[in-house]
Each structure stands twice: as C-alpha cells, then as structure tokens.
C-alpha cells in the first residue's frame, strides 16, 4: 500500500477527568499562540527550566519487548541540553516571565523551580518581572539523595520562587497541611484531654499554646518531607531531572482550586500535568524535547489530551495493509525501518516502535481510534488494529523509541476486500 507521509498539527486523545493540552516546540517560539489562547487564563503557573548546569540530560528509553520484559532500558537517548551562556539563558527567562505573568489570571500565582546556580539572578529578574511586593516565599526543598561533598557543604536543596500576580491572589495553605503526627515535637509536652485526643503544650512569654496531634500542621518555606526519586523508585520515567509527584501535588494544592487551569511551559516528563490531572486540574504544557512528548504520552494516557505536535514530511518508514471488513477495515503494520543514518543502532525494525494507532483525521484533527502500546504488562505490539469503518481520512501514527511522531495517510482504494 502506499502510505503518504503528513503534517498533522493536533492529536486529540480520548479519555477521562479533567482536560489538557501539550505543545511542542521552543518556549518562545510558542508563547505568542499561547498567550493567544490562554491570556489570563492560568490560576498557577510552575516553571522547572534548565538550571544553567552547562550540562547536557538524557532519557533512558526501553526498546522492544525485550526491555520491557527486563525493565532495562537499552537506548540512552539525548533529552535536552542546557548549555545556553549566562546571558542568553537569562534574556531567554525575562521573556518566558513576561510571557507566564500575561498568561496568569488577576489572582494567579507562579512557582519558578532553580537551585543555587540561578537563583539569585532569577529572583532579581522576578522581582523586576512581578514587582518586589509580590513576593510570597523562597521555599527550599531539600532532600537526601545524590553524593556527598568533602570540598564544601553537600548541596541538598532546589530554590522555589513563589510570586503572586497581584495584591489579590489564591492561596491554600491547606493544600499543604501535614498531620502533626509527622512533625518532630520532643520539645512540647504531651497531653490527653477528656475525650481521649491527644494534645501537646508548651509555654512561652507567659502563654500557653496547645496543638491537638489530629489537627494538621500547616507547611513553612523549607520542605524536607518530600522526599526525591530513589533510584528504582517506580514513578521515574527515565527522564533525567523528573520531580516527584508529591511536589508537585503541594503545590498544585496550594495554588488552585478543582477546575482552575495549570500550565507549565518546561513540562518535561509532564509531573506538573500528572498532578494537576490527579487533582482534577486543567492542564497545559510545553517542552521542546522530542523524547519529554514520548514520556508525558506514556504518562498521560487516560487523559482527554491535545497533542499539539506535529509531525514531519518525508519518507514512509512504515509498511502497512489494509484490509476492508463489515463495517471495519482491518490495518496491518509489516515493517518499520529508521532512515539511513539513524539506523545502523541496535534498535531496528518493530523494535523501534513504542506505539501505533489507526483513526481519523477530521478538521485537520487526528483521532486515534485503535491504539497499541508496549507496556511492562503488554510488552509485545500487536501489528493488526481494527478500525470501524466510519467517515475522514484514515491516519496511521507511530511513535518510535527517539520519541518521534509520524502521520500517515492510508488510501481506502488501495485496500483488499
Ligand atoms: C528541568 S526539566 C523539567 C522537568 C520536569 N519538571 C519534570 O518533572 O520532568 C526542563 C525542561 O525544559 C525543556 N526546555 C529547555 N529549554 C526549552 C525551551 N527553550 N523551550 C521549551 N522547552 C525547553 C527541556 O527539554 C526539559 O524537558
């Protein structure tokens, strides 16, 4: 069969909860369609950028059913590289500031996620972009994983910068309650009052407070209870420089209400959009990484998504038959082969594909109706979907292990019966 290789703009995925959409491409190439789109619509925006490391990070990536099977990833594939000179990265951060803030609603705020590489130069700039005044916390989130420093203090915190758009804004402090149970108090003296609930005491200036340990204690600017991802820690992706979910959560919490729109423009491995999804948050992300729209698809299946990717002209990679049932056509993928160049890695043939789907494009919009994807529990790709026989143009889509999306355009002509 012939397969013509196309450009599809959108990707709208079915599923349930609340609704997101993801873009592809440079923050600030993407900005002016966002900014059209989502002006002063976002309660919260969270920003994770590159940290200014000079480094370059990768993502683990498995192929084939082998891997899946094992659980080790064979192909460590570049994610992003964060090398920009001191300069361009901050000129680069005062325009996504600027961008964020426009995106923001009269009662949002933004949570911009550093370490101490950057942090003092970001906080200057955000007190330029946001005003001094609306400066709401520095929070540390300190944690115990990676090595030990004997030249200097180990370094075991990432700056959060908090800003509120306005005087006005939304807050939740109990988005971030803890039980008291979980906080260190040998320093109060414990009590239990006459219906049996537990409660500690302490004196000062005269006066004594008393704090019932069934009532929750609201979280301060340094956060040392979530802890970060261990090494087999199940929720990692593969994807260098994740944050966990439970971050994430605290501050999805604390910074909107069910419904209310979250958007983070450096997505990533997509945690932000997990969460906000988790919450029952609408989302919208960004990333320019061909392997973070690979880990967040992976991540997000489930979700009513709009994928805004793309998808490049070219040569077909895939071999494909189609077949016309009753009422079905019956699609059969046969071969997949990387371009010269790509190919001459381990990685060939069916292995190369992490997922493939049949549908329609309507409008301009592709809908995937029959999908296939490896799993840890479905580690083998079928190669035949059934696709009801319904009007639109029959796309066929890959996704393959460098993260890549392709379109196709299947002639129902050139089908057998
Ligand atoms: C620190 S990571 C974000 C990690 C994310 N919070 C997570 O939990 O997985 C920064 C992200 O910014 C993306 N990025 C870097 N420069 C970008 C740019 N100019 N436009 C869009 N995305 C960019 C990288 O691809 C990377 O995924």
């Given at each position: 069969m012939n397969l013509q290789r196309l450009t599809v703009a959108?990707?709208?995925?079915?599923?349930?909860?609340?609704?997101?959409?993801?873009?592809?491409?440079?923050?600030?190439?993407?900005?002016?369609?966002?900014t059209d789109r989502?002006?002063?619509?976002?309660?919260?925006?969270?920003?994770?950028?590159?940290?200014?490391?000079?480094?370059?990070?990768?993502?683990?990536?498995?192929?084939?059913?082998?891997?899946?099977?094992?659980?080790?990833?064979?192909?460590?594939?570049?994610?992003y590289n964060d090398n920009l000179p001191r300069n361009e990265y901050l000129a680069m951060m005062r325009q996504v500031l600027e961008g964020a803030k426009a995106l923001l609603n009269d009662t949002g705020t933004i949570f911009l996620h550093i370490d101490y590489r950057m942090s003092?130069?970001?906080?200057?700039?955000?007190?330029?972009?946001?005003?001094?005044?609306?400066?709401?916390?520095?929070?540390i989130w300190t944690y115990q994983t990676g090595g030990r420093a004997k030249n200097y203090f180990s370094r075991k915190h990432d700056v959060i910068l908090f800003y509120r758009k306005n005087h006005q804004y939304y807050f939740d402090i109990?988005?971030?309650?803890?039980?008291?149970?979980?906080?260190?108090?040998?320093?109060?003296?414990?009590h239990v009052d006459a219906d049996g609930r537990v409660y500690r005491s302490i004196r000062s200036g005269g006066k004594v407070y008393t704090y019932y340990d069934d009532e929750p204690v609201f979280a301060g600017d340094v956060w040392d209870d979530v802890s970060h991802m261990q090494q087999k820690d199940p929720q990692r992706t593969g994807y260098e420089t994740q944050k966990p979910v439970r971050l994430l959560e605290r501050i999805v919490r604390c910074g909107t209400r069910p419904g209310d729109l979250v958007m983070d423009l450096f997505s990533g491995s997509g945690t932000t959009l997990v969460?906000?999804?988790?919450?029952?948050?609408?989302?919208?992300?960004?990333?320019?990484?061909?392997?973070?729209?690979?880990?967040?698809?992976?991540?997000?299946?489930g979700a009513p998504v709009l994928w805004h990717i793309g998808g490049t002209e070219g040569e077909p990679l895939v071999a494909a038959s189609g077949r016309v049932g009753v009422g079905n056509y019956e699609i059969s993928l046969q071969a997949y082969e990387m371009e010269k160049g790509v190919s001459a890695r381990s990685f060939q043939g069916m292995d190369a594909l992490d997922d493939w789907s049949v549908g329609y494009l309507r409008d301009g919009v592709y809908h995937a109706i029959a999908a296939e994807r490896r799993s840890k529990a479905h580690p083998r790709l079928e190669c035949v979907l059934n696709l009801p026989a319904l009007s639109g143009e029959?796309?066929?889509?890959?996704g393959d292990v460098l993260g890549r999306r392709m379109f196709y355009r299947l002639n129902r002509e050139e089908m057998e019966f």
């Open positions: 959108t990707e709208y995925q079915a599923g349930k909860g609340s609704k997101g959409e993801v873009f592809s491409g440079d923050v600030l190439e993407l900005l002016p369609e966002l989502f002006g002063e619509k976002a309660q919260m925006v969270y920003l994770d950028p590159p940290f200014g490391t000079g480094g370059r990070f990768s993502c683990r990536v498995r192929v084939g059913e082998k891997d899946w099977e094992t659980s080790k990833p064979s192909l460590t594939d570049i994610a003092a130069h970001l906080r200057l700039l955000m007190d330029q972009v946001f005003g001094e005044k609306n400066f709401l916390n520095e929070i109990y988005g971030a309650a803890m039980e008291r149970t979980a906080v260190r108090h040998n320093h109060l003296k414990r969460a906000a999804h988790q919450l029952n948050r609408g989302f919208v992300g960004a990333d320019s990484a061909r392997q973070a729209h690979s880990v967040m698809r992976r991540r997000l299946r029959i796309v066929l889509s890959t």
